[in-house]
């Protein structure tokens, strides 16, 4: 990491701001030789983290904007490392020409995520801290944001910290006792550790049960609209986005493929899925449509059956309510609320609403019905994980655990126990990234956008 890096921070798009980075040992002097402060000194002189209002010139002296400009010295900058920032007007012909002048200048291209992978080899970030940077720049929701902002502050490394240093003391009481026999050590008792095992092992439990929560706070919950044609899926499609995306008309069976949207719905992501219409028919089309329609619907967390509320129920309808009733997840929806002449209602173990796309009634108890079904783990912001990466490591750091605490209850041999937790602490350490693979690393910043 000897050379200086630069990058466009804000994307390619027009827009008011635009920003780029620079990393490096050369960064400071390169914001000299292009940016002049309207007054006080020159960069290499100003103070850290002081935006510094000037001119910014290409390499002769050409006005390219007036801007700011900002230095930070390493260690006290986000890389760690001497860093500067240029805050220009967001033209992308701008923000180009200021990149090529650096790379004129000696500094280079940054790779995806170069930036914040910089951050963690040089300490100022973990690794769970840094992967929380990229899911706090896709998240899609409020309380996505809210929990990668917990964990960029830590909330994942600080949960299982005290579960590492426990393991700590108890190899380094272990190897004291049998490496120093003759000094005067406190005897090496595994049972005086069982306590604390325990409660080691039902906080990585808790972290762990949070994932398949968590999995759907990132990726959103995956959701199927499946009814008789014209039961009004597609219009109650239409209604949860807010526009028309899906052709609604008198004529069923109009939906003949699916159609896959996200909607927010009350701080819920939904990988909305809207199908064809269930029914059996000749039509070859159709009969493909239908069985996407399947397809989708065992792949989903949760169904909403969909059921005109206007018509009379048959029994295709109660075969698709059965059906939905065995799926994770299912809402029994009952559609055109305003033509219906009496509240509609049959027997079913599903919770039932009733809805209007055209007044926009039952939608709000829809939303809230579907936010009492995924509630979210009473845990503190950035304590649920949405990593697969991170579960995964958790998971063998919990399974190591269980079987160090299974042989003490065997009375196997402190060295058979030791084995097992040190398994665990190398499990941890992947999470935190006190310990982890160069071809890990790469992976996990490969997914970061150039600039961040």
């Not at 000037?54 to 001497?82: A, I, K, M, Q």
């Not at 939608?363 to 783990?377: G, H, K």
Request: proline fraction near 4%; include cysteine; aromatic fraction near 4%.
């Amino acid at each position: 990491m000897s050379d200086t890096i630069a990058a466009i921070a804000t994307g390619a798009q027009v827009s008011a701001i635009g920003i780029v980075r620079v990393s490096g040992p050369d960064s400071v002097p390169l914001a000299a030789r292009l940016f002049t402060p309207m007054r006080g000194a020159s960069m290499d002189a100003q103070p850290e983290h002081a935006l510094v209002y000037g001119r910014l010139c290409d390499r002769e002296g050409r006005l390219l904007d007036l801007c700011l400009c900002t230095v930070s010295r390493g260690p006290n900058s986000y890389t760690g490392e001497d860093t500067a920032e240029f805050q220009c007007h967001g033209s992308p012909v701008l923000l180009r020409t200021l990149l090529e002048e650096l790379f004129a200048l000696g500094a280079r291209q940054a790779g995806p995520g170069e930036f914040t992978r910089r951050a963690f080899l040089n300490g100022r970030l973990g690794l769970s801290e840094a992967e929380a940077v990229a899911d706090l720049i896709d998240a899609e929701t409020a309380e996505a944001a809210r929990n990668a902002a917990g964990q960029l502050s830590g909330a994942v490394s600080r949960r299982v910290a005290g579960v590492y240093d426990l393991l700590a003391d108890i190899s380094a009481h272990y190897h004291a006792v049998l490496d120093y026999p003759d000094e005067d050590i406190e005897d090496f008792r595994l049972a005086a550790y069982a306590g604390e095992l325990d409660a080691a092992i039902a906080n990585l439990r808790a972290l762990l049960g949070s994932f398949s929560r968590g999995r759907l706070l990132k990726s959103g919950i995956p959701t199927v609209l499946v009814g008789r044609p014209n039961a009004g899926k597609s219009s109650l499609l239409n209604a949860l986005l807010g526009y028309e995306r899906a052709i609604v008309t008198a004529v069923p069976g109009t939906t003949r493929d699916t159609i896959e949207e996200k909607v927010n719905l009350g701080g819920l992501c939904l990988r909305l899925t809207d199908t064809a219409g269930i029914r059996e028919t000749g039509d070859e089309v159709e009969r493909l449509g239908v069985e996407r329609s399947r397809s989708a619907m065992a792949d989903a967390q949760l169904v909403l059956c969909v059921v005109d509320a206007s018509a009379a129920v048959t029994e295709e309808d109660l075969a698709l309510i059965a059906e939905s009733e065995r799926a994770p997840k299912a809402l029994l929806v009952w559609s055109k609320r305003d033509l219906a002449a009496s509240a509609p209602r049959v027997e079913s173990a599903l919770q039932q609403v009733s809805v209007s796309c055209v007044t926009g009634e039952g939608l709000a108890q829809l939303e809230e019905e579907i936010r009492r079904l995924f509630p979210l783990p009473a845990v503190p912001a950035g304590e649920i994980l949405t990593n697969a990466r991170q579960a995964e490591a958790v998971g063998r750091a919990l399974e190591a655990l269980e079987a160090a605490r299974g042989a003490m209850r065997e009375g196997q041999t402190p060295d058979i126990v030791l084995t097992e937790a040190e398994g665990a602490m190398a499990a941890i350490g992947e999470l935190t990234g006190r310990s982890v693979r160069e071809d890990v690393t790469d992976r996990i910043f490969r997914r970061f956008c150039v600039g961040k």
